[in-house]
């Protein structure tokens, strides 16, 4: 208490403040002195994504309430540092926590409060608005390009970790940005989206050696970004001529695309992974290094990314040659570091990271664990990784199911058989918003 006035603790997110919100802080403000128990970034990032405000830009809008008198920073999830700290009479919460990812907080909340007999005020919850529901809203209203190019620098700057999945059309988008699981108390989710150049030529039928030209990827870029809202990754193969990787990169960022990956190599395009390796040889350290300072020199704004992807391991050049590599552009201005393998375990992949961490503690380092598909994430981010990109798995998960479809239609010659392998058509029509 404060000289005899309760004090009353309000634990929120406060992004997209809406008028759940301010009922929850007016019936706190009844109560005694309200202090707003502020989730920092990381802390809302540990459940759900990160915030569209940051914490400052919340904390100056909730400063602003008449019915706030004091806001602190909320660290984590849990309530009980600052609750120990302040021991306040009342905590206030609307009632939808009862159930679902917070229901364990609210019951460590009220053994707390018992052990000096405070008490939990939970007002009904404000039905029909939501901070999801907003964010929600942001999809179908669609976002700014420069929102989508900043996003994943911000994700990366709260978290440290992004995680991306392949998506090749405005379908995969569709499925990329609304795919979420509730486990093991935190909501799961794709950060960003990767555009890569092999799923993308797949899903048009042609071969993965550059066919599917610069228009061709702008307008599969535009027909994603039409119904969705999270941050891409583009795979832009070597980038192309030296010449032209200005142009490419600027008209990307125009766009609103948030990084590219460009690999190290020259000659005749042909997929890493590939058995053979015929003709797969890499530029030279020197070359490649202009590149990047070109193509850091053409941009606009700071927050598009540029990662050099580096293809020693994938080559047989060797550990020393990779981080010779890793450290050269990093020092041309490469804003994060791809290293690449086909070894059927990731044993090469963490051995670069933990080395490269030695020295740079700071550059993204981006894997993408198609070959080595049984090392979890949690295993990656522990040593260092920053950003997991899942490559080409829609893409193969979609192949087999239309072939298994059109064989069934082709062997029984109507569609009964195949409608347990389908989604209802009231589904698919859901699926796809409509204005």
């Known amino acids: 208490m404060s000289d005899g006035v309760p004090l009353v603790y309000v634990g929120m997110t406060g992004d997209m403040l809406h008028n759940g919100h301010i009922n929850i802080l007016n019936c706190a403000s009844q109560l005694g002195t309200v202090v707003v128990g502020l989730l920092t970034d990381q802390a809302v990032a540990s459940y759900k994504r ?14 602003q309430l008449r019915t706030v008198d004091r806001v602190v920073p909320q660290n984590t999830l849990d309530y009980l540092p600052n609750l120990l700290e302040l021991r306040p009479q009342y905590v206030v919460h609307g009632s939808d926590w009862k159930v679902g990812v917070q229901s364990g907080t609210r019951q460590a909340v009220i053994d707390t409060i018992s052990e000096w007999e405070g008490e939990l005020v939970e007002p ?3 039905e029909g608005i939501s901070s999801t529901m907003m964010v929600s809203s942001l999809q179908s209203n669609g976002v700014s390009p420069e929102f989508r190019i900043s996003r994943m620098r911000r ?4 978290t440290g970790q992004i995680r991306a999945i392949e998506v090749h059309n405005g379908l995969t988008g569709i499925i990329a940005e609304e795919s979420s699981v509730v486990c093991e108390g935190e909501t799961r989710e794709f950060d960003a989206f ?6 993308h030529s797949a899903s048009k039928g042609k071969p993965d050696n550059q066919i599917v030209d610069s228009t061709m990827m702008t307008s599969t870029i535009n027909e994603i970004f039409d119904v969705t809202t999270k941050p891409m990754i583009v795979d832009l193969d070597n980038g192309g001529p030296i010449e032209h990787f200005g142009i490419n990169v600027r008209r990307l960022e125009r766009l609103g695309v948030s990084a590219v990956i460009i690999e190290d190599k020259i000659g005749k395009k042909r997929n890493s992974l590939f058995e053979d390796g015929i003709d797969q040889r890499q530029d030279s350290i020197e070359d490649f290094s202009k590149k990047i300072q070109l193509g850091k020199d053409a941009l606009v704004g700071s927050d598009f990314m540029i990662i050099a992807r580096i293809e020693s391991l994938i080559l047989n050049k060797g550990m020393d040659d990779a981080l010779e590599r890793a450290s050269a552009f990093v020092a041309s201005g490469a804003d994060g570091i791809m290293i690449h393998s086909k070894s059927k375990n990731a044993d090469e992949i963490l051995a670069f990271i933990r080395t490269f961490r030695e020295s740079d503690e700071t550059t993204p380092v981006v894997v993408v664990p198609s070959t080595y598909s049984s090392t979890r994430e949690d295993d990656l981010y522990a040593m260092g990784a920053n950003v997991i990109i899942y490559a080409n798995h829609l893409i193969r998960a979609a192949f087999p ?10 062997r029984e010659k109507r569609a009964l058989e195949a409608e347990e392998q389908l989604m209802p058509i009231s589904d698919i029509i859901r699926l796809v918003p409509v204005d």
Request: no cysteine; aromatic share 8%.
């Open 401 to 410: 199911a239309m072939r298994r479809t059109a064989e069934t239609l082709l």
């Open 155 to 158: 994700i990366l700057a709260v």
């Open 194 to 199: 990767w555009l890569s150049s092999l799923t």
């Open 50 to 63: 990160v915030p569209v405000l940051d914490y400052n830009q919340r904390k100056s809008v909730i400063e």
């Open 124 to 126: 009904d919850y404000t």
